[in-house]
């Protein structure tokens, strides 16, 4: 599940995930584990008189500042994974992808449809989303990647393809009745494959939706 | 109380009402008696929870294998659609408060009864007419909404399904919510007993004040979300519709305004039950009892701050993110402190792990894996990639229900001698709270592993690959309908066979183990005059304490 490699975006995602978690498996152990030391420790039956102690500045000040300084390396790292990925490079490939219930469409500058996302990979592609009633959310699993499509309202998504092969795409914001059927794929190929696709005299709508 | 004294056994509120009749339906319903409403407030939101549980079920026999099983997807959708608001709208956010809070706060602060009794009593009626509103939709042409507990905007308004019904429910509650935390932030003010300052209340009712004050300021966004809606179906104005050129994400905004301080709503009165729990069966003062009072008003006002972080993917500013990320990280650290506070309030505690003190154990592990899980959905990056998969419906059980729901039971087993004054069976009872720790992380904990590996939420269907980690899932799900019911039917057995309770079984010190169990009408015989702290437990001497 984690580091599945297919752009670096994703790794970087996985890091953040596992840096948060190792952080937290720590503390949930810790506090786990004291807590039952204590149970057993100070059980009434050994020992019955307990002690009342009100406070201790400094433990209480160390544990305010040490979690919110480890809070806000999460922040920065979480942060740092998200802030590049909303910029538009340059030479990005445009494509426009269109929800509807339930299904997606793609059109690309050449005026070739396609309900499946053919991309070359290699190459930043930017995608500008639209919906035709309600909303929905373009995901991409394995990029680690989502964006809601909303009614009304043009939304875009940015991602750069590197491995070949052929990804998920699900629709993540719930649009009713076949809302979980609202799946296509994604085809990253590389850019010979890509431009003998895009090339083909074949404009009408492409039937291949993968698998399901 | 001061002089240690035990009101001697009179006649308790079950036997005094404030009606002209003194037993039958009636005197229930139209009691203005705290304790009769907190009563009240228990049968309804245990009905309620029942309900709730069950379409969780039928759900998770839907999902225990891929392609339609027992339901179609019409139904599934309207099944977690009134899952949620169920748990959302009647069980959880009225639950601590409105049953435990309507009991003890009186009692907490050596009071007779809250500040308003009839607005205490109009609440739960509109609770009712709230829970009616709710119910309708499911017999009426159209049928129960199908569009999940947010209602989002435009697909609200496109479904054939009963929204306004649902929508009208969520805004009476919102009444009902309210007046609840105006009664008790002016309870609190005006009626502690002599002696009793802020810094003498119990934690419990710190907790209860705060939220109340969350009660009161946000519920009204949620009104007035309402009341735009109408606005914009009667007349035609565009507001949230973009089909009339409103704007759905405004939409997004107001819900959140409202609904992530309801989140507060529900965790902050299960805080401070656990703060009681925890310095009764350790027998000793809280450590760092300002710090966890002061923690309560912390996460009160900082919830507020932190709506959008439901948002990130919506289309919001670069620049909000980043604010919104930060603010939802800063408020973890209140929550964090009170989790560190309790643990030390073991430290050279004299420990009795009673029923009460396991589910608050249980909690502690649950809440926690809650919370941590949430700075996951906190960071951006993250975000991202988990919002709106099995990852944040795994995230919000562990809270909601990992966290708030243990404490009911933690709440329920603590002081049902005091409500009813019966025993319950100790050995079922812990039976019960062991099997629901298990089945609760076979139940939600593959969740965490579907949504990271993109298992998107409300799916009727999904991929092969998913089959196992669901299947895991239902198993838990049966586990957990056993464990309930352990968990009910032993309190239910006892409720009429159980053993009579003495005053105060756990060796407790606030002021409602100083009564008798149940208590009297207007609760003390004498208005209290405080000068012990809460949790002073030198008190316990000249007591008598003690389940035998
Ligand atoms: C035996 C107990 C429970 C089971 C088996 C259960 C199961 C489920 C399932 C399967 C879903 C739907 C997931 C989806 O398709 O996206 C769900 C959603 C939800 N549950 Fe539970 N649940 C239980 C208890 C609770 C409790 C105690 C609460 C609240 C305190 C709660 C609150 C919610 C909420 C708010 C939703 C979201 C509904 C929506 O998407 O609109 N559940 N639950
Ligand atoms: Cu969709």
């Given at each position: 599940m984690l580091y599945n490699e297919v752009t670096s975006h994703a790794n970087q995602v996985d890091n953040v995930m596992i840096y948060i978690t190792v952080i937290s498996v720590i503390f949930l152990l810790g506090i786990t584990f004291t807590m039952l030391y204590f149970v057993f420790k100070y059980n009434r039956k050994k020992h019955k008189q307990a002690s009342d102690i009100h406070g201790n500045a400094l433990l209480e000040i160390t544990w305010i500042v040490i979690p919110t300084i480890l809070v806000l390396t999460m922040f920065y790292f979480g942060f740092m994974g998200y802030k590049g990925i909303k910029k538009i490079p340059d030479n990005a490939f445009k494509i426009t992808g269109i929800a509807k219930m339930w299904q997606w469409n793609f059109e690309y500058p050449n005026g070739k449809k396609s309900d499946t996302l053919y991309v070359p990979s290699g190459k930043p592609v930017e995608i500008q989303l639209k919906s035709l009633d309600v909303n929905h959310s373009l995901y991409i699993p394995a990029y680690r990647v989502k964006q809601d499509v909303v009614m009304g309202k043009t939304n875009y998504i940015v991602i750069n393809p590197e491995k070949t092969g052929s990804y998920d795409i699900a629709c993540a914001e719930y649009c009713g009745l076949n809302h979980s059927m609202m799946y296509t794929k994604l085809v990253v190929m590389d850019s010979t494959d890509f431009n003998e696709w895009y090339a083909s005299l074949d404009t009408q709508k492409e039937t291949d939706t993968g698998e399901k | 109380m001061a002089n240690g004294t035990i009101a001697l056994a009179e006649k308790s509120f079950y036997q005094e009402g404030t009606t002209k009749r003194k037993t039958g339906l009636f005197s229930w319903i139209f009691s203005t008696d705290h304790k009769r409403i907190g009563i009240l407030y228990l049968t309804s939101v245990t009905f309620f929870f029942v309900c709730g549980v069950i379409l969780g079920e039928l759900m998770r026999l839907e999902l225990?294998?891929?392609?339609?099983?027992?339901?179609?997807a019409e139904t599934y959708n309207r099944f977690f659609t009134l899952h949620g608001v169920i748990m959302i709208f009647l069980f959880i956010i009225p639950g601590i408060p409105a049953v435990f809070g309507n009991f003890f706060l009186p009692i907490q602060i050596g009071a007779k009864d809250v500040a308003f009794p009839r607005l205490n009593l109009l609440s739960w009626w509109l609770y009712v007419i709230g829970a009616v509103f709710a119910l309708t939709s499911l017999y009426l042409?159209?049928?129960?909404?199908?569009?999940?507990?947010?209602?989002?905007i435009p697909y609200s308004i496109r479904?054939?399904?009963?929204v306004s019904y649902t929508l009208m429910a969520a805004f009476i509650l919102g009444f009902s919510s309210i007046l609840t935390g105006l009664n008790f932030i002016t309870t609190v003010h005006r009626m502690r007993a002599p002696g009793m300052s802020f810094f003498k209340m119990p934690l419990n009712i710190w907790a209860l004040y705060a939220t109340g004050w969350v009660q009161v300021v946000a519920t009204p966004v949620i009104g007035i979300t309402m009341l735009l809606i109408i606005i914009e179906r009667t007349f035609g104005v565009g507001i949230f519709d973009p089909a009339l050129g409103g704007d759905p994400i405004l939409y997004q905004h107001m819900f959140w305004i409202y609904s992530h301080p309801a989140v507060y709503i529900m965790i902050l009165p299960a805080m401070g039950v656990v703060s009681e729990i925890i310095a009764t069966f350790s027998r000793r003062t809280i450590f760092g009892y300002k710090a966890v009072a002061y923690s309560s008003l912390a996460i009160a006002f900082f919830g507020y701050l932190v709506w959008a972080h439901h948002m990130f993917v919506s289309g919001l500013s670069e620049t909000a993110a980043i604010v919104f990320s930060f603010l939802t990280f800063i408020v973890a650290i209140p929550s964090a402190i009170k989790v560190f506070n309790w643990v030390a309030t073991m430290y050279k505690g004299s420990i009795d792990p009673r029923t009460p003190f396991l589910w608050v154990m249980a909690f502690i592990f649950l809440f926690s894996i809650g919370g941590l899980t949430g700075l996951v959905l906190g960071s951006l990056a993250t975000d991202v990639h988990l919002h709106d998969t099995y990852f944040v419906v795994g995230h919000f059980h562990f809270v909601m229900f990992g966290g708030t729901g243990t404490i009911f039971f933690a709440a329920l087993h603590y002081w049902f001698p005091k409500m009813f004054g019966k025993m319950y069976n100790e050995k079922i009872a812990k039976i019960g709270v062991g099997l629901f720790f298990i089945a609760f992380l076979t139940l939600y904990f593959p969740m965490f592993l579907l949504g990271y590996n993109g298992m998107p939420r409300r799916y009727f269907d999904y991929l092969p690959q998913f089959h196992t980690l669901h299947f895991i899932s239902t198993m838990g799900a049966w586990l957990m309908f056993i464990a309930l019911s352990i968990v009910i039917g032993n309190l239910l057995y006892a409720l009429k066979k159980g053993k009579k309770a003495p005053a105060n079984p756990w060796g407790g010190v606030t002021l409602e183990w100083h009564i008798p169990s149940p208590p009297p009408l207007e609760n003390f015989e004498e208005i209290p005059n405080v000068t012990h702290e809460p949790y002073d437990f030198s008190q316990l001497e000249g007591m008598e304490y003690g389940t035998e």
């Open positions: - | 225990i294998a891929p392609g339609p099983t027992i339901v179609n042409p159209g049928g129960p909404a199908d569009t999940g507990w947010t209602f989002y479904t054939g399904t009963n």
